[in-house]
């Protein structure tokens, strides 16, 4: 059956009629073009559902930002309710005694959701689309693996840009030398500490790891930590290809311009569901960040596992960065980068 306005309203009213916890008001608002963002959801945002003639529903959260897209009224629907929940659940965790919207709202929600339909509930619990299984629990410290760099990454410390590679037999020597460390120090197995004490301890530190590399593997990635690649290197997929990279995740922390970029790609081809430029920020607890059933649905599946595992995690980018942990195994080797046994190189010389 082709999706009309009149179909959708009534569907929406049956259910509600059902449920003690929806009415006809809390539909969202129905518009034919994502043009219509701000005279339809209004400044408050929300989800707008874009009604096409062919009865495609494409569900909008800005005017710019599309996140998911069917033909199915039972998805509709629930896309709907998700969105009406995540704001009652916000509503009442913030004014429930002792309990605070971050440790409530998730749990809320699925709960909610269950009441209404209990397979909605195991919906939202997968984070993923229908037949998506629940994520298995990590099983471990959330803030062991990767995760506790995220609170001081948020600030630039130790380094803006956090850059991961896999592939068979790489080698992150050959990486960081590709994107510009200095080969002789990178093959001397010099240390980050090494380079903090040349020159005597009036060596500048911010000079230091400003014109710092730090790397070395961790798990099946080798990984590259920086602020700034020299002018002229080639770090681009043709060169890494050459080295044998086939994955690269690279994160890069701009307090200044308030941007935290996430960029993935695999065998040359970009992981974004044509957005472009992936926003860290743009994950809000309770709210899958991607499009509903992309190429990026396995980060809402594991964003979703670690915000019902783990509710004391308190920071987003703490959440995020378990989500990339328990979804692609990136790892950085804590006691080694916080007492500088780390191995590092300063630019080569010609770029210094």
Known sequence: MRITEHALKQA??????????????????IGTSPDQYEQRAGLTGGLLLVLEDDGTVRGNLSRYREVFATQDLDQVLYFAAEEVVHRLAEHIAARSLGHGPVTNVVTGQAEMLHEINPAWGRRFRSGGMDGTETAQP????????????AGTWHEQ???????????????????A?????????????????????????????????WKTFC???????????????????????????RLGVTETVRLGAFPARGMYTFDHTRDGHRIDDDWG?????GYKRGRAPYYRGGQLDFLNQALRRAELDHPELTGEFELYFHALDTALGLQLPRQDIQEGTVRAAQWAHGNH
């Open 157 to 175: 410390d130790p380094y803006t840009h956090l850059a991961f590679f896999r592939g068979d037999g790489i080698s992150a020597e050959q990486i």
């Open 215 to 241: 790397f070395g593997q961790a798990g099946d990635w080798a990984f590259l930590m920086y602020h700034e690649t020299p002018p002229g290197t080639r770090g681009d997929s043709t060169a890494l290809s």
């Open 138 to 149: 990590c099983g471990h410290d959330p803030l062991e693996r990767f995760a506790w760099i």
């Open 277 to 281: 430029t992936l926003e860290l920020i």
């Open 177 to 209: 030398v590709l994107h510009g460390a200095d080969p002789e120090q990178t093959a001397t197995g010099t240390r980050l500490s090494d380079l903090r004490s040349m020159d005597g301890t009036a060596r500048d530190y911010w000079e230091t790891v």
């Open 12 to 29: 929406w009213h049956q259910m509600a009629g059902r449920s003690d916890l929806l009415d006809d008001a809390m539909l969202p608002p």
